[in-house]
């Protein structure tokens, strides 16, 4: 399974990332996917402060900063 499948699998959205972002995440070795999923699983399992924040750039249309789980 790719890795891009297996975030998704996770519950990661692939197609809500930048190509840039998708490219460096379908480069990942399967320890880092692995290390993702697992931190993705403890967001999962928090709520308030933790579920979800980002800022937009204006200028380029994009986030930054951002908790994407």
Avoid: C, Y
Wanted: net charge negative.
């Amino acid at each position: 399974m790719s890795a891009l499948s297996r975030l998704s699998a996770a519950g990661v959205d692939p197609q809500l990332l930048s190509d840039d972002q998708r490219s460096v995440l379908a480069t990942l070795s399967t320890e880092e996917i692995d290390t993702l999923v697992k931190i993705k699983h403890r967001f999962d399992g928090a709520e308030g402060d933790l579920e979800a924040h980002s800022e937009t750039d204006g200028k380029n249309n994009g986030h930054v900063g951002v908790i994407f789980w």
